[in-house]
């Protein structure tokens, strides 16, 4: 398996515009998670489906951000506008049931800079 | 204060050193996962644990419920080991996990 896929790797764009991150969960899991992590914050949960349902987005900063899964294998997080406090890396991770009990699979991140 | 923390922040060893890094955590949890973030940036689960100790390898991972603590231990410490050890915590039913600020672990040969 590919494990899970995520682009673009880097993206770097200017205050204002819309951003658009992308995720291609591991085959056969139920469960997306996206997360971000900053050098202030550490990793924290932005949101998390599971069966292409929003379970929780209590993590979502603001309205800028958005979150779809439109089927088991697509996810996209969305900004706009964004905002230069808004770089930092975002990871896509998937789990089989996503139980508490269920090993995460990460994917690469995408490093976000907004000038 | 924290939900999840760990120490020591950093920490540097000579190879072939035995290693211990903490995590205490002040919520309910059902499991409590350890990570491994290597330089260059991808994540990777090392165990997860709700009770008792688990081992693969030279690591080693232990959990005390009553105490809310879980340790991670490394044996014959080697250079690629040098990476951030994350410990993060699930609570009930559901898989979202909260994350201590890592432990930046760096063995030098």
């Known amino acids: 398996d590919a494990g899970v896929i995520q682009s673009p790797r880097h993206e770097v764009t200017e205050m204002g515009q819309e951003v658009t991150l992308r995720c291609k969960p591991i085959s056969g899991h139920n469960s997306l998670f996206w997360y971000r992590q900053t050098m202030m914050r550490g990793l924290e949960l932005l949101i998390y489906?599971?069966?292409?349902?929003?379970?929780?987005d209590s993590g979502m900063p603001e309205d800028r951000f958005s979150a779809k899964m439109p089927n088991a294998s697509f996810s996209t997080l969305k900004i706009q506008p964004s905002e230069p406090r808004d770089s930092a890396v975002y990871f896509c991770?998937?789990?089989?049931?996503?139980?508490?009990?269920?090993?995460?699979?990460f994917g690469p991140g995408t490093r976000l800079t907004v000038l | 204060k924290n939900e999840v923390e760990q120490s020591p922040q950093n920490l540097t060893a000579q190879e072939g050193e035995f290693i211990t890094i903490n995590c205490s955590y002040s919520v309910g949890i059902s499991a409590l996962h350890w990570l491994q973030q290597h330089p260059g940036g991808g994540i990777v689960s090392l165990f997860m644990l709700s009770s008792g100790k688990k081992k693969h390898g030279r690591l080693i991972a232990t959990i005390n419920i009553q105490e809310k603590h879980s340790s991670l231990h490394i044996t014959a410490s080697h250079p690629r080991d040098s990476a951030v050890y994350i410990c993060a915590v699930s609570g009930g039913s559901q898989g979202n996990l909260i994350f201590g600020k890592g432990t930046k672990l760096s063995v030098k040969p």
């Open positions: 489906f599971n069966n292409n349902v929003p379970i929780d």
């Open positions: 991770a998937s789990s089989p049931q996503g139980r508490s009990t269920d090993t995460q699979y």
